[in-house]
């Protein structure tokens, strides 16, 4: 392929001596569970976010069961209790939901952002909604006022799915002040699975929470939970982040604002350039940092994407497809109740991801926008 959907080697190039020296150290440390690397990354990452509790931990889908069993021992979630989650995500949002014993209530996206459409909240309310998860659906920040207003009004904890929009700054305030996606709410989690904005070398995960005993009860949950040596005040697991990635994790993570700037710049190039008849670019708003442009999302509206994405293979141009099918459509979730789900289906049947990352140059996106502005769908 002339220009690959990802090459994971050219994007981690720039910190490859880096990467070398952070796994010599920690080989030489003897240290290979917990410890000071593992606490130096969750600080800096508290220092980024502003969020005062971090704790580091396997991956994002454990961040977000960790999130949802610790509200549940703390007391603050019940088994059974609704969660408005959007339709639109990737399947780990729901199957964290549904792994805690809680009850997922899928809302339909927003055309235009994809994200949770925050104007269908309201008709889904029930006496046993607790809980809203907003994802920050490929680097777009999912956060306004109705949602703010909504949570407030109905005493709803907060949980950001920020797996995909670490970095990202949102136009109204968090429900603490802060602007930072994973600072919003009352608990975020982050992926640093290796194609995410930052990316380890393997799995890895953060919970933020500006909630204390919540910090507590995750930290215990995911250390088999215990809160000191062989005491268990939980049946926990093991979901701790690894020291050797928090090392890789501290190396990357102050580039953060400039890859995503990277990122920006290849999102405005595909936007100001491309201009083709059945092809709807993503929406741009006025803000720069209110997308992390995880992922660059056309929608094909001919009814021919599979042939758009034939013939973009033929000009040597790698895809993807984020997602071809919806959670609901998944067969594990063949009995899950949801209310219709238009603009999901429709987004499942037109979406198309074109290369984003810094692997990606500024004039590759030039060149794919013209080769895309020259197919025949
Ligand atoms: C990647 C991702 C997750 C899960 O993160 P892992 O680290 O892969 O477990 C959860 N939610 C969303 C939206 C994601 O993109």
Same mark, same amino acid.
């Given at each position: ?130 809980a809203i998860m907003t994802v920050h659906l490929y680097g777009r920040v999912a956060w306004d006022q ?29 429900? #603490?002040?802060?602007?930072?996606? *994973?600072? /919003? %709410? +009352? @608990?975020? =989690?982050?992926?640093? #699975?290796?194609?995410?904005?930052? *990316?380890? /070398? %393997? +799995? @890895?995960? =953060? ?12 930290k215990a949950l995911a250390n088999y939970g215990s809160d000191r040596r062989y005491h268990n005040i ?108 238009p603009v999901t289906e429709q987004l499942a049947g037109e979406v198309v991801s074109l290369p984003i ?21």
């Amino acid at each position: 392929m002339r220009y690959p959907f990802l090459n994971l080697d050219t994007v981690n190039a720039p910190y490859r001596e880096a990467l070398a020296e952070a796994a010599t150290r920690v080989i030489g440390s003897g240290r290979f569970v917990g410890g000071p690397e593992v606490e130096h990354f969750e600080s800096m990452l508290s220092d980024m976010t502003g969020v005062p509790y971090i704790i580091g931990v396997s991956n994002g889908l454990d961040a977000l069961r960790l999130i949802l069993k610790g509200y549940i021992e703390i007391g603050r979630l019940h088994h059974g209790d609704e969660v408005i989650v959007p339709a639109n995500t990737y399947v780990a949002s729901v199957l964290a939901i549904s792994d805690a014993g809680l009850t997922p209530i899928l809302v339909d996206a927003d055309i235009r952002t994809m994200n949770i459409d925050t104007d269908l909240i309201n008709r889904v309310l029930t006496p046993r909604t607790r809980a809203i998860m907003t994802v920050h659906l490929y680097g777009r920040v999912a956060w306004d006022q109705t949602l703010v207003d909504i949570a407030r009004k109905n005493n709803l904890l907060v949980i950001e799915d920020n797996a995909q929009g670490i970095g990202g700054v949102s136009k109204i305030a968090g429900l #603490y002040g802060g602007r930072r996606t *994973g600072s /919003l %709410g +009352d @608990a975020s =989690a982050f992926s640093f #699975y290796p194609t995410k904005n930052v *990316g380890a /070398l %393997g +799995d @890895a995960g =953060a919970v933020a929470t500006h909630d204390k005993e919540l910090a507590k009860a995750v930290k215990a949950l995911a250390n088999y939970g215990s809160d000191r040596r062989y005491h268990n005040i939980y049946k926990g697991y093991n979901c701790r982040l690894d020291p050797l990635q928090a090392a890789f994790l501290s190396v990357k993570l102050p580039h953060t604002d400039r890859e995503n700037a990277d990122r920006f710049e290849r999102a405005v190039t595909y936007s100001r350039n491309i201009s083709h008849p059945y092809v709807v670019t993503p929406y741009m708003s006025s803000e720069v940092t209110d997308n992390v442009w995880h992922q660059y999302v056309l929608r094909i509206t001919s009814g021919k994407r599979e042939e758009f994405i034939r013939q973009l293979a033929e000009h040597g141009v790698g895809t993807d497809i984020h997602y071809a099918t919806p959670p609901h459509r998944q067969p594990c979730y063949a009995d899950l109740k949801h209310e219709a789900l238009p603009v999901t289906e429709q987004l499942a049947g037109e979406v198309v991801s074109l290369p984003i990352s810094t692997g990606t140059s500024v004039s590759d996106a030039a060149e794919i926008a013209e080769i895309i502005n020259n197919l025949k769908l």
